[in-house]
T-cell receptor, first 118, second 116 residues
Framework: AQKITQTQPGMFVQEKEAVTLDCTYD???????LFWYKQPSSGEMIFLIY??????QNATEGRYSLNFQKARKSANLVISASQLGDSAMYFC???????????????FGAGTRLFVKA | DADVTQTPRNRITKTGKRIMLECSQT?????MYWYRQDPGLGLRLIYY???????NKGEISDGYSVSRQAQAKFSLSLESAIPNQTALYFC???????????????FGPGTRLTVL
């Protein structure tokens, strides 16, 4: 079973509008972290935002926010005021557990390609 | 200068050849990782190392080996390359977070490997 599911292979958004990229996850571990990464066409992986399973508030980093709904096991990325430079592949990832339980493994979703239109 | 570097950035090799991908970091992190990326599959963990004497298999370690020569260096070897190892390979590093059991990973620029 997929542990990280990104159901949108591709998304289009108009410049200056907001866009939500979906991510659902599956874990039985009460302690985990959720990450979003951006991969532009140049190939590098850029860390965007992080949410811990025990965090009470949704994470925000500039134009990025994470809509964390723990009961639904979803961690959607919201990009406000989209820019042309936001066109890239976006990956949701989950890091589970603790070292003594064999954790600290990061699992990535298949990604969503975002196209920002001028 | 980049904190996490990978060499080579691109490599084309033939089936059966031995190849080594190298990763160096100046971040002072104790943890290092190797991932491969295939289209439609995201990144998958090959090997990870929490310190020089600690190396662990990841999700897809068959056909690969690693060496942690120093805290700052972690190399990935393909002893006998095969075409389905054609992929984009990423090295990553992390340091234990102070506030929780998870830690942010910093990625290198990637190595694009083609096995003919």
């Amino acid at each position: 079973a997929q542990k990280i599911t990104q159901t949108q292979p591709g998304m289009f958004v108009q410049e200056k509008e907001a866009v939500t990229l979906d991510c659902t996850y599956d874990t039985s571990d009460p302690s985990y972290g959720l990450f979003w990464y951006k991969q532009p066409s140049s190939g590098e992986m850029i860390f965007l935002i992080y949410q811990g399973s025990y965090d009470q508030q949704n994470a925000t980093e500039g134009r990025y926010s994470l809509n964390f709904q723990k009961a639904r096991k979803s961690a959607n990325l919201v990009i406000s005021a989209s820019q042309l430079g936001d066109s890239a592949m976006y990956f949701c990832a989950m890091r589970e557990g603790q070292r003594d339980t064999g954790g600290f493994k990061t699992i990535f979703g298949a990604g969503t390609r975002l196209f920002v239109k001028a | 200068d980049a904190d996490v570097t990978q060499t080579p950035r691109n490599r084309i090799t033939k089936t059966g050849k031995r190849i080594m991908l190298e990763c160096s970091q100046t971040k002072g992190h104790d943890r290092m990782y190797w991932y491969r990326q295939d289209p439609g599959l995201g990144l998958r963990l090959i090997y990870y190392s929490f310190d020089v004497k600690d190396i662990n298999k990841g999700e897809i370690s068959d056909g690969y080996s690693v060496s942690r020569q120093a805290q700052a260096k972690f190399s990935l070897s393909l002893e006998s390359a095969i075409p389905n190892q054609t992929a984009l390979y990423f090295c990553a590093t992390s340091a234990a977070a102070l506030a929780g059991p998870w830690d942010e990973q910093f990625f290198g620029p990637g190595t694009r490997l083609t096995v003919l």
